[in-house]
């Protein structure tokens, strides 16, 4: 069965300081990942994604993330906080080897920003 | 503008009543998704549908039903059965992404139902 651990549910960097928010993800087939992001009472929204080829990707906002496939890890990165980040970010893989299409979500991690 | 739209944006429920979810998208998708969000412990799908006329149980369907006779439209209907029904409701559509698992899953802006 597929999985995903958000490693740290809460987040705390200084403006301007880098930002890395870890994933771990187990899957017994190739999976293709992603992360969102979800500001107050909102929906989610796609940051990046992680289907085949390159292994750094990168995403809105500055964020990149990258496919470790030997550590099965998936962290998000960026290099300089902005006080704009602060939110919650969820780490999810897809889901089965027949794949109906299901997605995996990790717990989340909330990311403050300090000024 | 595509997208997807959830409704009401709150919503109080006495218990005992049954009380409906709205979620529309223009985005000509196949697929629908309804999950549940409460603090700490991410999404969890309630139930999806792949195509018109039919639909799946997901991880927590008990207390919950829903119907999938338009395309566009996956309304939720949350249940007296349902025991703690109070959270943050969440809709999502994607291309058939059984044929195209590479598909991201777009969101509405979600439902905040309390139970009085």
């Known amino acids: 069965a597929q999985s995903v651990t958000q490693l740290g549910s809460h987040v705390s960097v200084s403006e301007g300081a880098l930002v890395l928010l870890r994933c771990n993800y187990s899957s017994s087939v190739p999976p293709y990942l992603f992360w969102y992001v979800q500001y107050p009472n909102q929906g989610l929204q796609l940051l990046l994604k992680?289907?085949?080829?390159?292994?750094l990707v990168k995403g809105i906002n500055g964020f990149e993330a990258e496919f470790k496939k030997s550590e099965t890890s998936f962290h998000l990165t960026k290099p300089s906080a902005h006080m704009s980040d602060a939110a919650e970010y969820f780490c999810a893989v897809t889901r089965g080897t027949g794949n109906t299409g299901k997605l995996i979500f990790g717990q989340g991690t909330t990311l403050q920003v300090k000024p | 503008d595509g997208g997807i739209t959830q409704s009401p944006k709150y919503l109080f429920r006495k218990e005992g009543q049954n009380v409906t979810l709205s979620c529309e998208q223009n985005l000509n998708h196949d697929a629908m998704y309804w999950y549940r969000q409460d603090p700490g412990q991410g999404l969890r799908l309630i139930y999806y549908?792949?195509?018109?006329?039919?639909?799946q149980k997901g991880d927590i369907a008990e207390g919950y039903s829903v119907s999938r006779e338009k395309k566009e439209s996956f309304p939720l209907t949350v249940t007296s059965a349902q025991k703690n029904p109070t959270a943050f409701y969440l809709c999502?559509?994607?291309?058939?992404?059984?044929?195209?698992?590479?598909?991201?899953?777009?969101f509405g802006p979600g439902t905040r139902l309390t139970v009085l």
């Open positions: 992680y289907t085949t080829g390159a292994t």
């Open positions: 549908s792949q195509i018109v006329n039919d639909f």
């Open positions: 999502a559509s994607s291309i058939d992404r059984a044929a195209h698992p590479h598909n991201e899953q777009f």
